[in-house]
């Protein structure tokens, strides 16, 4: 048996939920929680809160929107969670490390997650089809066996005919 090809194994996003609101929430929570916890987080986890939230994103709705969520939140960690607070003077060298990490870390993880959850997808859409060919082949046999047990009665009616009538001594038609 072959493999399937599924193209449509792109659509396995949740419908039911609105990305944009669940991205700006999820946003606005690792915003809240890296704010209450600066006095304790180190200020080289400025973006740990915001990477959690990209990887969770991704999960929910895909890397696109990973990707968009990690384009924001770069800036908002540099902005309001490195020293000196609340400016931007440039980029250091500890600045661009934590954005290369950050970024790899999270773009990495996106695409996993994309083809891990494209490749559950079409493993489900797979098994549907597999269920459907089943029961159509079931179907195909009860039709077949329905029309065999007809044509088996007709044939032993018209048998037990031609044989009563030989007995009879009548001569068939």
């Known amino acids: 048996m072959g493999i399937i090809k599924l193209r449509n194994a792109k659509r396995w996003k949740a419908v039911n939920l609105n990305p944009t609101l669940v991205c ?19 200020e080289s986890m400025s973006m740990l809160f915001f990477a ?10 895909g890397y696109a ?13 540099l902005f309001f969670f490195r020293k000196p607070y609340f400016m931007m003077d ?18 990495l993880a996106s695409v996993i997650i994309e083809w891990l959850q494209r490749e559950r997808y079409s493993a489900v859409l797979q098994q549907r089809v597999s269920e459907t060919r089943y029961q159509m082949l079931i179907e195909s046999d009860q039709a077949r066996r329905a ?3 007809e044509h088996f009665a ?15 001594g009548v001569a068939p038609q």
């Not at 946003?27 to 600066?38: D, G, K, M, Q």
């Not at 959690?52 to 709705?61: D, E, G, P, R, T």
């Open 24 to 42: 700006t929430f999820g946003f606005l929570v690792a915003f809240a929680l890296r704010y209450v916890l600066s006095p304790f987080v180190d």
């Open 52 to 61: 959690l939230n990209c990887i969770v994103m991704s999960y929910l709705f």
């Open 65 to 77: 929107q990973s990707l968009i969520l990690l384009i924001i939140s770069i800036p908002t960690a």
């Open 90 to 107: 440039g980029l250091g060298h500890k600045d661009v490390f934590l954005i290369v990490v950050y970024g790899t870390i999270v773009m």
């Open 147 to 149: 029309e065999y047990a």
């Open 154 to 168: 007709a044939v032993s009616k018209r048998q037990s005919e031609e044989a009563a009538a030989t007995s009879a």
